[in-house]
């Protein structure tokens, strides 16, 4: 089993707390401005995703605009979520066949397809997850919909074009025919002035919508744009095939007030 490692830090240690919480972000001001509930026959065109990973109170309600568009569509199979790995412990790129625990219960782990994940520069690595929060924070939202539900984590400390575009590949060819959904977690510019993070983020937000992945990396690059998932964003977008539109766009300092923000983003990716 994975423990937490950020419940009562990043969001609420008990059930009862995240069942007040959560209805509380998507209906924040910057929030969906309402609660959906799941609909079990959805249509199912959502085939990826993109959500931010930083506590709650800052970027969940814009977490909230893609966990909104999800439940409405209807939930897969089973969930790939990608994440940075921010410590540099364990592999370089590593899926973790551990069950993890939430203040929900323990979600389990699809171990077949774990297995299947696992090869060429992907490494099964459960210590590369262990204090990782960008994976762990999306899993509370998902559990809020429904409990009984399966994925597989895979982190990712080598970010380069080729790796993550190879990640992709792996997913691709591993889920071709099956229901599932890759969720790639990231946070967009980090600790600069709102109006800088905008226009940047912008730009990366661009090449995201084109699918343009060789352009993100060359503007992150060339803009210097903090964004500390762009590895899962490409490995995301080589995985699954549709038109990718934005749904929120928000800093931390549109919850409150400060001089430097973080940006985030929740875009979705639909079959076409």
Sequence with gaps: ???PAVAGQFYPSSPDDLDSLLPQLFMHPIGPGDVPALVSEGPRKIVGGIVPHAGYIFSGPVAAHFYRELALDGFPGTFIII?????????????????????????????????????????????AHRYEHSIEVQLPFLQFFKRDI???????????MEAAIRVGEIIRDSIKGEDVVVIASTDFSHYVPHKMAYKRDCLAIEKIIKRDIDGLYRVIFSKNITMCGYGPVAAMLTAVDGEVSLLKY???????????????????VERR
Excluded: W
């Design 1 to 3: 089993m994975r423990y």
């Design 83 to 127: 994440g940075p790995n921010h410590y540099g412990i364990g592999s370089g790129i590593a899926v973790c066949t551990d069950d993890f625990l939430t203040p929900y219960g323990k979600v389990k782990v699809n171990r077949e397809l774990a297995r299947e994940l696992v090869r060429d520069i992907i490494d099964a690595d459960c210590t």
């Design 150 to 160: 399966e994925f597989v984590p895979i982190t990712m400390l080598i970010q380069e």
């Design 250 to 268: 928000a800093t931390s300092g549109d919850v409150q007030p400060m001089d430097d923000v973080v940006g985030y983003a929740a875009l979705k």
